[in-house]
């Protein structure tokens, strides 16, 4: 700053030497004038068209080199990448169905439908059964709904759920999440590979068992789980690390196994509606019996006498009850579904029977004989947390983003309708089992009471063999799936580098496998694999996606809450009270579930958080937790001074520049008005006025314009602060205001300054004071914004309609696109569509530069027509010459005039109009003061000339006398220069730019309700010519607007199109 204000010193001394000598000199030398005619002959090759945006082209791309490269436009934490790996072959573009869908239908339906849903309908009852599975299939709608308003807030990158909790609440939820969500998926495959060693072993072929005649020792069972789930996880991670590929193909045979066999069953339903003779179970009383014969279910045959009797000696419930042979599938037809309403819940060691009458439960003797009995505890409760499993998958659709031609509509539809689809044919079967199988036979986990056999399997048509084969097969695929996605989660989240113990599983193999971490994962899903019992991993598994979900609905929650200016999710059935009922779903169902599990996995959430927290790598993801911060205290202070906001918090902390008139009042009261129209992006305002003078002698003044300026922003419903500050020089005030107001993260970062209307009469101090601050808010890397014609602005308790414009020209971090739809937020502007346009040039194509825009705006998540406007690079006309000839006329004439202060501004008024008689528009909005009534238009013509210009200064009414003189001598110094000053080529071009521009902007925008349009960058030089010729291009520009916005961005991104 001092040496632009040397460099003014000099430019002043400059013009009052020559002054005096009646003639205008350049005391500049000839090197410094090459330099300037050098850069001016670069300049040259820009388009005319643009030639006002000069110096800002050669930092900020026009908008048609911005959009060509808008399919690599990001703001986003880059992915971290592996020399070792290879480049990613490109990705099939896939739709709806075949990425999301079907995937999501795969990974739901899972073992859990095909070995234990016939036993929980069976223990639980149709009714208790029926809000078992609805409330799973709840939890996970609700984290849908959540997850598709996250998935669809921008581009998701391949990640899952880690991703968008770790985006959405930053890296310490984030890596705790993670790694939950990859020890449920290591876990899974664990529950599948025990679940299809179970298939195999207990219903294909019991005859392989290694440790004797399980069903008479579940211990032995458990055991042969065991020693095959290990054989079956070391032959599934050969596949894994070797052929990948295999992998891949074989999801589709798992998928085509799984619809196949659900469909096979509700056919056999249908089919057996008055039940079948092929299963038949011995019941001895009301007690369920196995390995019993059926040819030798009677009480007179050897064979039961054997059993019952030994050493002659009978059991006493043997002696005093019949044995029956009782129908096991009945049929839709029966009745069957009245005697499996009700619940029939067991403890470990009671028998199953008809009722709940003791005498039938309770085994009283020490032999059990060959009567089944629960081999665990039942409850309500524990049954959630058995089938949960079988909802989970939901995140299939997301993990595949990157693979979708349009993610943000594929994976709310698809996913949603993946789980309506699952959901049904959950709800359904439990309803259709309870009214087609007998009760005894429905809570036979293991189907021992018919041989050892599979009970959907014999419902199913044509036969069993079709579910056996499909459920075997599906299982194993869904298992191969968790062993593929499982090491690639991990290593995810070890190159984020977040988690400082899980750098080496960010290796990847010379084929770009990650073998640390399929080794990794081999390891903790065989320690899941030594439980040996599906019934014990499906609810600690449940623990650590019910976690996950959670904190979905978390992350969804905080952001609706918070109100973010980047969270525009493109899914709008979405609600922060959806999102918290989801939570609080997730946390209930784990604690009913089992208290200890979910304390084991809380432990594990909040090491893994405290470790990052305190040993991880620092991460700036925009998330939701850093974003409260700005609401909060000293804590929250101290970690927003870290550094600036991440692109997705970024909101306009708003610094207000009101300036004051003599009775201490804000001149431009709607100017508080805009401010709060523009919170609803939730950030900061901070109102500041200058008073010029020395502080301790107006010490009270300054007290006493506080308090109007505080009272101003109370009645506009301004949140945040005021203050004064005191100054020997107003622009030296605003300066030291715009580097020093703020607190730490606190800082404001967008500037609100009003239009200098007075700039013509008040002369070089007025605009000057303008075009410094526009410097020293470029200089401080803040966002500028100017409103023009500010009393026309509405009230914030109106409400509009109408077209708020935006005219794109350069593209400086997106700021255009986000004041629109922040000021949409509140009431006033919410009914007002927007409208984009954009320049094309000579060479683009506007058809593909339309096409792209609107592809950006998609991604944006805002909704705007879109028009570009070609300009075609025509001819400078006469009126542009005239234009530019009458600015630099009157700024030479000012100069030769040698006026002082007080008779410049008598005088400017009078070249003005001379001037501008002949160029007057009939728009009442040109060169508009909005502090002038609309009545004095009926004043005298001279009065009105004079207020179309400017009418901020006093009004002075001076002698005819005066006037007459005061005419005479600029029309001498008009004769003078007429004939002889020969307009400035680069003026004429940034002339010619501002009044094209102005044409179709008002042809396009003039019904508009707000006109908002970049600002175009201030001249470097530090002349008064050139900043008085800057002031009459923005006139120029604007010219016939009644409302205009003018903004320059900070030079950062505000908007991104990521989530």
């Known amino acids: 700053m001092q040496s632009n204000s040397a460099k003014d010193d000099s430019d002043e001394m400059e013009i009052i030497s020559s002054e005096h000598n009646g003639t205008v000199h350049d005391t500049k030398n000839e090197d410094s004038g090459d330099i300037h005619r050098a850069e001016e002959n670069q300049k040259s090759n820009i388009d005319p068209n643009l030639y006002l945006y000069d110096d800002d082209l050669a930092t900020r791309p026009h908008i048609s080199t911005f959009i060509s490269s808008i399919a690599n436009y990001e703001n986003t934490i880059p992915a971290a990448t592996d020399p070792d790996a290879k480049p990613p072959a490109p990705s099939a573009r896939m739709g709806t169905l075949i990425g999301v869908f079907l995937p999501c239908i795969q990974n739901i339906f899972g073992v859990i439908l095909f070995i234990r849903l016939t036993w929980v309908v069976g223990t639980a009852g149709a009714i208790c059964g029926f809000l078992i599975v609805l409330t799973c299939c709840c939890v996970t709608m609700l984290t849908a709904i959540s997850m598709s308003a996250i998935a669809t807030n921008g581009v998701v990158p391949a990640g899952g759920s880690y991703f968008m909790i770790s985006r959405s609440l930053g890296p310490e939820f984030g890596g705790a999440v993670g790694m939950l969500f990859y020890t449920g998926t290591t876990l899974a495959a664990a529950m599948y590979i025990v679940g299809a060693v179970e298939i195999v072993l207990t219903y294909m072929a019991p005859w392989a068992s290694i440790f004797g005649d399980f069903t008479k020792d579940a211990d032995a069972m458990y055991n042969n789980f065991r020693v095959y789930g290990t054989v079956l996880l070391i032959f599934m991670g050969l596949i894994v690390f070797v052929g990948v590929k295999f992998v891949n193909k074989f999801a589709t045979v798992a998928l085509a196994c799984v619809i196949l066999s659900i469909i096979a069953v509700y056919v056999g339903i249908f089919d057996n509606i008055h039940g079948n003779e092929k299963l038949y179970m011995c019941v001895l009383g009301k007690r369920l019996l196995k390995d019993i014969p059926i040819d030798n279910c009677t009480k007179d045959d050897s064979f039961m006498r054997d059993i019952y009797c030994p050493n002659n000696r009978c059991d006493d419930y043997y002696l005093n009850n019949n044995v029956s042979k009782v129908k096991g599938i009945k049929g839709l037809a029966s009745g069957v579904f009245y005697d499996n309403i009700f619940p029939s819940f067991l403890e470990k060691g009671q028998l199953i029977s008809y009722g709940h009458r003791s005498i039938d439960i309770e085994n009283i003797g020490n032999e059990s004989y060959n009567q089944i009995m629960a081999d665990i505890t039942t409850t309500f409760t524990l049954l959630i947390g058995i089938f949960f499993p079988s909802v989970t998958g939901i995140m299939a659709g997301s993990n595949r983003s990157g693979d979708l031609a349009d993610a943000q509509k594929s994976i709310p539809i698809g996913t949603i309708c993946a789980i309506l689809t699952t959901s049904t044919v959950y709800l359904s079967s439990v309803l259709f089992f309870a009214g087609t199988v007998d009760n005894l036979l429905l809570r036979d986990k293991f189907g021992q009471s018919i041989g050892g056999k599979l009970v959907v399997a014999n419902i199913a048509w044509p036969n069993q063999w079709v579910i056996l084969i499909g459920s075997f097969l599906s299982t194993l695929g869904a298992g191969l799936q968790s062993l593929t996605g499982a090491p690639r989660l991990l290593q995810a989240i070890a190159r984020d580098e977040i988690i400082p113990f899980l750098a080496p599983f960010a290796k990847s193999s010379k084929r770009g496998e990650p073998t640390r971490a399929l080794l990794l994962t081999i390891v903790i899903c065989h320690c899941g694999i030594l439980l040996g019992n599906v019934d014990l991993l499906a609810p600690l598994l449940s623990m650590f996606f019910l976690m996950c979900y959670g904190f979905v609905n978390l992350a969804c929650a905080v952001q609706t809450l918070l109100r973010t200016p980047n969270w525009r999710p493109r899914f709008k059935f979405y609600h922060w009270s959806l999102s918290l009922i989801g939570l609080t779903l997730c946390i209930s169902v784990m604690i009913m579930t089992s208290w200890y599990f979910a304390l084991l996995a809380m432990g594990m959430a909040v090491v893994i958080y405290k470790y990052i927290e305190y040993h991880g790598a620092e991460k700036e993801w925009g998330d939701g937790i850093r974003g409260m911060a700005l609401t909060a205290a000293r804590f929250s202070l101290l970690r927003l001074e870290e550094g600036p906001p991440h692109t997705k918090n970024w909101r306009p902390q708003i610094l207000v520049l009101s300036k004051l008139n003599d009775n201490l009042l804000p001149k431009y009261r709607k100017i508080f008005s805009f401010a709060t129209q523009l919170k609803a992006g939730k950030g900061l305002t901070i109102c500041v006025s200058v008073l010029k003078g020395d502080h301790t002698k107006i010490a009270n003044k300054a007290v006493d314009a506080k308090s109007t300026l505080r009272k101003y922003m109370t009645d506009e419903k301004v949140k945040g602060f005021c203050d004064i500050l005191v100054a020997q020089q107003i622009g030296e005030g605003l300066s030291s205001v715009i580097q020093t107001i703020g607190l730490g993260g606190m800082k404001p970062n967008t500037v609100i300054i009003g239009w200098p209307y007075s700039w013509r009469q008040e002369g070089r101090n007025s605009w000057r004071t303008f075009i410094q601050t526009v410097r020293t808010v470029a200089a401080c890397h803040m966002a500028l914004m100017v409103p023009k014609g500010i009393n026309f602005y509405p009230e914030s308790n109106h409400k509009i309609g109408g077209n708020i414009d935006i005219w794109w020209i350069v593209h400086d971090g997106g700021l255009l696109m986000l004041l629109p739809f922040l000021l949409k937020q509140h009431r006033t502007w919410r009914n007002c569509k927007l409208r984009i346009f954009t320049v094309a040039q000579i060479e683009d194509n506007s058809i593909q530069m339309k096409k792209d825009l609107k592809t950006f705006l998609y991604h944006l998540r805002i909704e705007a027509d879109v028009e570009v406007v070609e300009m075609n690079n025509s001819d400078i006309s006469a009126y542009t010459y005239e234009r530019t000839l009458m600015m630099e006329q009157r700024n030479q004439m000012l100069r030769a005039l040698g006026l002082n202060k007080k008779e410049n501004s008598k005088v400017v008024q009078t ?146 199109i990521y989530s």
């Open 911 to 1056: 070249i003005v109009d001379h001037h501008y008689d002949a160029t007057r528009t009939a728009s009442k909005v040109r060169f508009a003061d909005p502090t002038i009534e609309e009545t004095q238009n009926h004043e005298s013509h001279n009065d009105e000339k004079r207020n179309s210009i400017d009418s901020d200064g006093p009004e002075e009414t001076d002698a005819p006398e005066a006037t007459s003189k005061k005419d005479e001598s600029a029309e001498k110094a008009d004769s003078k220069f007429k004939s002889n000053v020969k307009p400035d080529e680069f003026n004429v071009r940034r002339m010619h730019t501002a009044i094209k521009l102005n044409e179709v902007i008002v042809e396009k925008s003039q019904d508009a309700q707000l006109v908002i349009m970049n600002l175009p960058g201030p001249p470097r030089e530090v002349k008064a010519e050139r900043e008085s010729n800057y002031m009459e291009f923005l006139e120029v520009l604007t010219e016939g607007l009644e409302k205009v916005l003018m903004v320059r961005g900070g030079g950062r991104e505000v908007i991104t």
